[in-house]
């Protein structure tokens, strides 16, 4: 069966998620520099599809941790991130309190697939909506059973596959989104 165009009504996938909490897991943490030359830690979460009740599961939301303009002592155990924002979030992944690590990319690997609880909010930067996450904190379903999805599926099924934590590198990114 054919079809005809009707260009009218073409639509885009632009709305926002609602606020609240979304039960996600960990997918990556990549440190990027925007054109202005802001580094950020961006963590990419991907909606956990093991949850009861729970819409939009596979979606991703994001969160970036911007370096501090002026690290303390601590913050530059953690390559100029605030310590304090580094460790809550390991603290909900369920990261071992007093455990050494080498770097903060070996304290990002042990982040990957781990199950979280993020809270999106809206808010206005450049006249346009846009979602955040406000906070994150320990998930409510430590029992994760995310089924992950694999780039080489066209059809609906799922794969146990996990993602791998990304090597940091500094990418150039537009400065679309940076609240500065």
Not at 80 to 103: E, T
Not at 127 to 156: L, V
Request: proline share 4%; hydrophobic share 30%.
């Amino acid at each position: 069966m054919g079809f005809k165009t009707n260009l009218s009504a073409a639509t885009q996938n632009d709305a926002l998620k609602p606020e609240g909490d979304y039960e996600c897991v960990i997918t990556a943490i990549e440190e990027k520099t925007t054109k202005n030359g802001a580094t950020g830690l961006n963590i990419t979460m991907v909606i956990r599809n093991d949850v009861q009740g729970q819409r939009y599961g596979n979606a991703c939301l994001f969160h970036t941790l911007w370096k501090r303009k002026e690290p303390t002592e601590f913050d530059m155990q953690v390559n100029g991130y605030g310590f304090g924002q580094v460790m809550a979030l390991g603290k909900a992944a369920g990261l071992p309190d007093g455990k050494d690590y080498d770097s903060l990319k070996q304290f990002c690997e042990e982040l990957i697939n781990k199950p979280v609880r993020a809270t999106v909010k809206h808010d206005e930067y450049n006249g346009k909506k846009r979602e955040i996450i406000s906070y994150i904190n320990p998930t409510k379903y430590p029992d994760c059973k995310h089924q992950f999805k694999t780039a080489a599926q066209n059809n609906a099924t799922t794969s146990t596959q996990q993602p791998s934590l990304a090597d940091f590198e500094t990418e150039v990114l537009s400065d679309d989104g940076v609240p500065f």
